[in-house]
Every structure is written in C-alpha cells, then in structure tokens.
C-alpha cells in the first residue's frame, strides 16, 4: 500500500545575475530567497530592492553593501577640496563671508566683517598728498580717504601732505607708532617718491616703515582717467555733434563747431566724414626719467581703455611737452575731437592750468573716484605681499578685489 505525500509548495527563487561587483557569481544551485519583511506603509506587492537582485538603496537598510573603493576614493576627493578651500595663502587672508550652514570651530571667534586682513595692529596706511593752495584739494583728498576706509573698514588710514597743507607728513608720522605704509597719491617716480619719502622715514626711527609704488602706471588708473572723461563728456566714437564742448569753455572757440566750407567736412556723397578723437594727458611733469616713462606707460594703459584711439602725454612743468604743444601735435596729425585727461588727484594750480590750454572738454581731476580708492588700497596691500611672499612674480600677478 502506497501512502500519499501531501503537496508541498516549490520553494521560492531568485536567479543570481552572472556578474556581481564584486566579481564572478559563485557557481552552486539557485539559493532561496529570504521571506519579504512585512510591508510598512508600501503598496502591496511592492518589494525592496534587495529582492529584485540589485543592492538596496534604502539608509535605513542595514543589508545594505559595504562602500567600494572607487566610493570611499570620491568622498576622500571631496573632503579635500573643501579642506583645501579654507587654506591661507603665505599667511596672507582676506576675509570672507562664512558659508551657509558652516559651524565655527570650538573656540573661534566669528570674523568681523570687513576685518582688516593684516589683523588688529597691523600697519597704518599714510596716504601722502602733495599740497596745494587751492582750497578745494584737501576736501578732495579727504573725501578719497574716506572712501578708501568705506572700502576697507577697521584699516587705519591717515593723511600727510609733503608741502603747503596740514598736517604734514613729519607731524603725521610723529605721531603714529608701529608700522606704517607711506602709499604716495602720485602717478610716477619722481623727486617725491624716490627722495622725499625714504628722508621721512629716515627722520622718523620710532616706526618700521615701507614705501608703496606710486599709483602709476596700473588698470585701475586708466579706468579712473576713462572715467572721469566720460563724465566730462568725452566718448572715444560717435556723432562729433554730441561732443561740443560750447558748455566747457564758452569763452573761448572750440574745434567742433559747424564746418565753414563744403569740403572740410563732407565728401563728393555729402556722406559726414567721421570726426578722429584723440586725448591729451596731462601730468605734473618731472625732470625724473623714470617718472615720465610711468606718465607714458599710464598713457598707453588708458589708450587702450579708450579703444586704440591715441593718447599724448603732456605736462604742466619741468618736462615736454605742454598742454597747448600736444594739442597742436595732435591737430597738425589730422585730429579734429580732442579732450584732456587730468592726471591729478585733486585741484590745483598746475591742474586749472592744464584744463585752460584744452581745445574742448577737460576732465575733471580723479578725486574720490571709486578706481583710485581701490588703487590706493592695491598699492598698501602690494606692501603687504611683498613682506610675505617669496617670489615676485606672485606679486605683480596679485590682485585685490576691494
């Protein structure tokens, strides 16, 4: 007599793919799949990864596989550049704003905002100023100043004049102490800067001192220059007609008045012949070398600023040529739109001079303009880099976003 077995369901299977990650598949029998946790605000029939053979990719998984070498190579990566993004540069750190979400270290204080980069008890920064009798130049000089601690707030900032204004340099460095940064408001290097300055610091043993580079040649001068010549008026292309410059100077004739003949401005088409701008600029002059080689430098820098267009250096003294000599350089070579730049920081006698030998417009002098307060700033810091770094070509390559 045969006695009947009861039917017994097939166990349940899953089919091992023929690779893993890992490597081969072992070779063996079909291996029975684990019964399916029960289901936890799921739809039904709806399973988890693991059971349709693939890794599970819920963190609340705790099957889930060990991270592989090429995953544990990737998060090492990324620590890193993060790491590597808070690393100071030859010591030398410009404050930043603290990322979102960032959690200050036990024991660090937060960073102040706008902090001075050298850190409390860094270097003073003595802007000098040359001097003038006009009224108006320490005003203007002033009013750079304070735009310069705008843009550098918590920096000590202080002003020396070399002549004819108070204070004067020596009463200024008198009374300061530590370290200071003579940054020199002129634009080459002549007499003052080469000479007048390192006798100061002589004179003053009580303090460690530095001199700047004077604040030409460099981009952000000709980006001042430009414009204030805009400001003035002045664009390198278009329509003459929209360059008269009857408002400047209406007691004196100007060169973009109406043409007295047929020919002098229109050709056999009657077609307008397009006018050639150029711009004189205008400096104090030196009998230094070096000094009107940066005057040309500076030159070329806002030639370029302007488009190619030519720019002719002139000066008030001791050098050539004069205002009124460039101006008839440039008209005998066929220039018809001519301006004057001016190469001064503030008002004065040899800058009022230089806008009355102008054919047209005449710039106003660069005052507080925003480019010459990050220069001056640029010029300090440059002092600063030179302390630290080892190589000069870090330095010239350095910029300073202000």
Do not use: K, W
Request: glycine fraction near 8%; proline fraction near 13%; hydrophobic fraction near 40%.
């Amino acid at each position: 007599m045969t006695e009947s077995i009861p039917h017994l369901p097939t166990p349940a299977t899953v089919d091992l793919p023929a690779t893993a990650p890992g490597g081969p598949a072992p070779a063996g029998p079909r291996t029975p799949a684990p019964a399916a946790p029960p289901a936890t605000g799921r739809r039904a029939g709806e399973v988890r990864g693991a059971s349709r053979g693939r890794p599970c990719d819920d963190p609340s998984c705790a099957a889930a596989p060990a991270p592989t070498a090429a995953g544990l190579a990737t998060e090492i990566t990324a620590q890193l550049a993060t790491q590597l993004g808070n690393v100071r540069l030859r010591t030398f750190h410009r404050p930043t704003a603290a990322r979102p979400g960032a959690v200050p270290r036990p024991g660090s204080a937060a960073p102040r905002p706008g902090a001075d980069p050298v850190g409390p008890g860094g270097p003073t920064l003595v802007a000098v100023a040359h001097g003038s009798r006009d009224p108006r130049a320490v005003r203007t000089i002033r009013a750079l100043l304070d735009r310069v601690r705008a843009l550098r707030p918590g920096l000590p900032v202080r002003l020396g004049h070399i002549e004819l204004n108070r204070p004067l340099l020596a009463d200024t460095l008198d009374e300061l102490t530590g370290e200071v940064v003579l940054v020199p408001l002129l634009f080459g290097r002549g007499h003052h800067v080469t000479r007048d300055l390192p006798a100061a610091l002589a004179a003053a043993p009580h303090l460690t001192g530095r001199i700047a580079p004077p604040l030409g040649p460099h981009a952000l001068l000709a980006e001042a220059l430009h414009g204030r010549l805009e400001e003035a008026g002045f664009r390198a292309g278009g329509d003459p007609a929209d360059h008269a410059p009857a408002t400047r100077h209406p007691h004196r004739p100007h060169a973009h008045t109406a043409p007295t003949s047929h020919s002098s401005r229109t050709c056999c088409s009657h077609a307008p012949v397009p006018s050639r701008p150029a711009v004189v600029l205008a400096a104090a002059g030196s009998r230094s070398a070096p000094s009107a080689d940066d005057i040309a430098r500076t030159a070329r820098l806002l030639s370029g600023r302007l488009g190619g267009i030519p720019v002719l250096p002139a000066y008030a003294s001791a050098a050539a040529p004069t205002v009124a000599e460039a101006v008839r350089v440039l008209t005998a070579r066929g220039h018809d739109r001519i301006a004057v730049a001016s190469c001064f920081t503030a008002p004065g006698r040899f800058a009022a001079q230089c806008a009355d030998a102008a054919p047209g417009i005449a710039a106003a002098p660069l005052g507080d303009h925003p480019a010459l307060a990050r220069l001056v700033l640029h010029r300090f810091d440059q002092v600063l880099l030179a302390r630290t770094a080892s190589d000069p070509d870090g330095i010239r390559a350095a910029t300073v976003a202000v």
